[in-house]
């Protein structure tokens, strides 16, 4: 069976989609299987020219907005660079974007697509306050999922809060199957030590959405109720400055390093002790699950799949979106209990072991994908990409 994974961009940084489809693909090529990755230079833009045509709404209502003139363009040309570099026909395409997924129907109408929606792209843009809730750039995003239910054959997500998020938008949102994130183990080489002073490490993108202004505050309080720390900030983005700035403002420059963009954190992270990302929103949050690889207790908000990960006081612990406050009562407690901490780091480890291993998602697509080898009731697909039980 000839299978193309079609991401969006390439996979250039390690997180996410990027951590797990070429693993994936590595990993059933060295069974047999012909898999191929196929994706959009970044470079391509403005090429495409054919018309976009919706079938479940009009886009073009919305025409004139720059982000949904953006999102057009960017459909256009991702069909464009399709038509231009592929020339054979594949048993199954296997999209990992939205844009992927339609433009890859579009062309090859006859071939089943299965697409996977790994984030919401609304939901960021909310968050990172470039659009409001119901305006027009929400409006339009959110009836995508509409088509994307009318045109590709199966649609997958990555956590169970997110198939319930999309609920709101599709018209049967039981045929939605839900396999989370696994990663490769091999990876991830846990490095057993003891740090005299607490280390506490992020890694993300720094815009508004990962709630790292939170967390600098948090830190503030910290420092104020006398705790010593060190925060490793891994990433960079449009809030950085901003983030620095704020850093002074609590008093916690000095014991925080802004490292900027990393190419393969998993190989940093081991010699830290505690995860924390307090973010906003997660369809799944990959990197809660690559932190617990590494040994590390984790932190996170009590949303989304990160919820989905953490079982509060036991492998990890949960606070509410945007209370720094109680952010800095949860750090405080993994500081002043080293012993509390390596249980909930040796929790967290033995969890994504069993839950987000890679074989797991590889049977779990194997399924799948042979199914749309010998179609089968939509009943008995979608069952085929639900939540996992943990392996044994």
Not at 344 to 366: D, F, I, P
Request: net charge negative; charged share 25%; aromatic share 12%.
């Amino acid at each position: 069976m000839n299978i193309l994974q079609a991401l969006f961009f390439p996979p250039e940084q390690p997180g996410g989609v990027s951590s797990m489809v070429p693993y994936i693909l590595e990993r059933f090529n060295r069974k047999g299987w012909e898999m191929e990755l196929f994706s959009l230079p970044k470079r391509i833009r403005g090429k495409g020219t054919e018309d976009v045509n919706f079938t479940t709404f009009d886009w073009r209502k919305y025409a004139g907005n720059p982000i949904v003139d953006k999102y057009i363009q960017t459909y256009k040309d991702y069909v464009w660079w399709t038509k231009l570099r592929i020339k054979k026909k594949y048993d199954i395409i296997h999209a990992h974007h939205p844009i992927a997924g339609l433009a890859m129907k579009q062309i090859f109408p006859d071939t089943p697509v299965i697409l996977t929606i790994h984030s919401s792209f609304e939901r960021e843009l909310m968050l990172n306050g470039r659009i409001q809730e119901n305006g027009v750039e929400h409006q339009f995003l959110t009836q995508i999922y509409g088509e994307l239910e009318a045109k590709v054959d199966q649609i997958i997500t990555v956590s169970n809060s997110f198939k319930m998020y999309m609920s709101d938008y599709v018209q049967d949102s039981e045929r939605i199957g839900v396999i989370p994130n696994g990663f490769d183990e091999k990876r991830f080489r846990p490095i057993s030590h003891e740090n005299h002073i607490t280390q506490f490490i992020t890694v993300c993108r720094l815009v508004p959405a990962k709630g790292l202004d939170t967390l600098i505050i948090a830190c503030g309080e910290l420092k104020k109720r006398g705790h010593p720390f060190v925060l490793h900030i891994i990433g960079d983005g449009p809030s950085r400055e901003e983030l620095e700035k704020l850093a002074i403002e609590h008093n916690v420059y000095e014991d925080t390093i802004f490292y900027g963009y990393m190419l393969h954190p998993e190989e940093f992270m081991p010699f830290f002790d505690v995860f924390v990302l307090p973010s906003r929103a997660e369809a799944f949050g990959s990197v809660f699950a690559e932190a617990a690889l590494c040994w590390l207790a984790l932190i996170g908000t009590n949303v989304g799949g990160i919820a989905e990960q953490i079982e509060h006081g036991y492998n990890g612990l949960l606070v509410p979106v945007g209370d720094a406050l109680a952010l800095s009562h949860a750090m405080e407690k993994v500081i002043i209990d080293p012993s509390y901490r390596y249980n909930l780091a040796r929790a967290a480890w033995e969890k994504s072991k069993k839950s987000y291993s890679l074989n797991r998602v590889l049977r779990q697509l194997k399924s799948v994908y042979e199914r749309y080898q010998h179609p089968v009731a939509d009943s008995e697909l979608t069952g085929a990409a639900q939540q996992p039980k943990s392996e044994e």
